[in-house]
């Protein structure tokens, strides 16, 4: 399973890339939303993990970028953030494809719903 994970914050991107690594995903990191369009063009991941708040590109526009690429048209899309007050207006989550979680979320619970999200009820199966 691969993920994109695109944070400008390196003391959160670091971390949990290094967490998604050995909770067994293949991770791809990048620290802006132009990188994360670079990386979109020359691999396709599972999922894309994005912060909304970054320079240049930011979440929602990686957001719609993904959604105009064929690859990515159904690809789950988490946003990622520790401020959802001020952007619940902006948040248009299409069920099933598109969701939220709060930064301040632990690295364990954030796993835990990731795991859910790909694996649905063969996600704490251990064959």
Do not use: C
Request: proline share 2%; hydrophobic share 45%; glycine share 4%.
């Amino acid at each position: 399973m691969e993920i994109l994970l695109v944070d400008d914050n390196t003391d959160y991107l670091m971390p949990m890339k290094d967490a998604l690594y050995e909770h067994g995903y293949t991770v791809y990191a990048a620290d802006d939303g132009k990188q994360a369009s670079r990386i979109m063009a020359t691999v396709t991941v599972d999922l894309i993990i994005s912060d909304i708040r970054m320079p240049d590109l930011d979440g929602f526009q990686l957001h719609k970028l993904a959604r105009q690429m064929k690859q990515y048209v159904n690809t789950k899309f988490i946003f990622i953030s520790g401020y959802k007050d001020l952007y619940s207006d902006q948040l248009r989550l299409a069920p099933e494809r598109d969701y939220f979680i709060d930064k301040t979320m632990g690295a364990h619970d954030i796993l835990r719903f990731i795991d859910r999200l790909m694996f649905g009820k063969y996600a704490e199966l251990w064959v």
